[in-house]
């Protein structure tokens, strides 16, 4: 079995307001592939991994597990010494959420916060923004983490 290209990525970097989990789509697939994530916990299936979606690669980071938590609120945090991370949050949390990543689904450009700050780590979606833009964090993966020429520009 092939795996489908990837058209999203999950990445992790030091930014300027401290650790952050920048997941970037290419297009409206990444934006239907975290909504279908969140479809997923909310609908009874904790502990989701948005890497396990078609199209979906970690880069910068080794994983993101999704769950429901009781608490009306949503905090997202990074196991130690591992680029592992967990979010959680309550339903009307997820819902709010997926009110944030909607609009992306429907077209839209550009990137969206999808935590408040009050957490660990920033989590930040981007879609269909430039590749040459500010996300990209590591050089090797101007192209793409599946694509030939991601080393072409690499010194020997």
């Not at 030091?14 to 975290?34: Q, S």
């Not at 979010?87 to 709010?96: D, V």
């Not at 689904?105 to 550009?110: H, I, L, N, T, Y």
């Amino acid at each position: 079995m092939t795996q489908e290209p990837a058209n999203t990525w999950i990445d992790f970097y030091d930014g300027v307001d401290g650790p952050t989990l920048l997941i970037k789509a290419l297009d409206a697939r990444g934006a239907f592939a975290l909504l279908d994530a969140i479809d997923a916990v909310r609908n009874g299936h904790d502990g989701f991994e948005v890497e396990s979606l078609p199209g979906v690669r970690p880069v910068g980071a080794e994983s993101l597990t999704l769950y429901v938590r009781d608490q009306d609120s949503c905090s997202i945090g990074k196991l130690k010494h591992r680029a592992a991370f967990w979010w959680a949050c309550s339903n009307g949390g997820w819902e709010h959420v997926s009110l944030l990543v909607l609009p992306f689904a429907e077209g839209r450009s550009g990137h969206q916060y999808l935590n408040d700050g009050n957490s660990d780590v920033t989590i930040i979606f981007s879609c269909n923004e430039p590749e040459e833009g500010i996300w990209i964090t590591d050089p090797s993966l101007e192209h793409g983490p599946d694509s030939p020429e991601r080393f072409d520009d690499r010194e020997a």
